[in-house]
């Protein structure tokens, strides 16, 4: 199981950030994924999810309305279009994958940094 | 539901046994229940899932167990490498994952 994440980057407030994850190893059409972050020496906050038809989407309330997730099954991969960023949105953004049984992400990519910033 | 994980730093040496706590601020079923191991720079790495169950690879000195609100991370024989912070994890309907703050494990 690979993950690999693309697309941080250094962006002003108000910018506007797309980020993409490939995967591999494993058959991306049969599992729900997640986008996970971690801002500079914090714990670990669930960001977004969307299961393997991408017809059910969930968000934290702290990027509701501003972040969408998206997947291409035919390229394996998954998107976060990140809009009206803050300084809060400062973090590494982690690709993880569901476990089978969908409670606990079991695979995460080794992350893309994302810095919010004048 | 809030996990909070306690102590926030655990100090020991090798050879000893580690014990990490998790509490939920409602009842929380085991099989919900995750495990994390986090090296600095590193991704997350699941340790256990479904509140006792080793993940792939994770060896059998670490435990998980708990029911209701409190859940445990037992690491026995602690070595060098087993340094990191240590996060739990939980499913719930809305929003669908919530992690404790995490425990920063040092081996002396």
């Known amino acids: 199981v690979h993950l690999e994440e693309s697309g941080g980057g250094t962006v002003q407030p108000g910018g506007s950030l797309r980020l993409s994850c490939v995967a591999s190893g494993f058959n991306f059409n049969g599992y729900e994924m997640n986008w996970v972050r971690q801002a500079p020496g914090k714990g670990l906050e669930w960001v977004s999810y969307?299961?393997?038809?991408?017809?059910?989407?969930h968000y934290a309330d702290s990027v509701r309305g501003r972040f969408t997730i998206s997947r291409d099954n035919g390229n394996k991969s998954i998107f976060l279009q990140m809009n009206s960023l803050t300084v809060e949105d400062t973090a590494v953004y982690y690709c993880?994958?569901?476990?089978?049984?969908?409670?606990?992400?079991?695979?995460w990519g080794q992350g893309t940094l994302v810095t919010v910033s004048s | 539901i809030v996990l909070t994980q306690s102590p926030g730093t655990l100090s020991l040496s090798p050879g000893e046994r580690a014990t990490l706590s998790c509490r939920a601020s409602?009842?929380?079923?085991?099989?919900?229940l995750a495990w994390y191991q986090q090296k600095p720079g590193q991704a997350p790495r699941l340790v256990i899932f479904?509140?006792?169950t080793r993940a792939t690879g994770i060896p059998d000195r670490f435990s998980g167990s708990g029911s209701g609100t409190d859940f445990t991370l037992t690491i026995s024989r602690l070595e060098p490498e087993d340094s990191a912070v240590y996060y739990c994890q939980q499913y719930a309907s809305s929003p669908p994952y919530t992690f404790g703050q995490g425990t920063n494990l040092e081996i002396k």
């Open positions: 479904g509140g006792s």
């Open positions: 409602q009842r929380v079923s085991g099989v919900y």
């Open positions: 969307i299961n393997p038809d991408g017809n059910e989407i």
């Open positions: 993880a994958r569901d476990g089978l049984d969908g409670y606990n992400p079991d695979y």
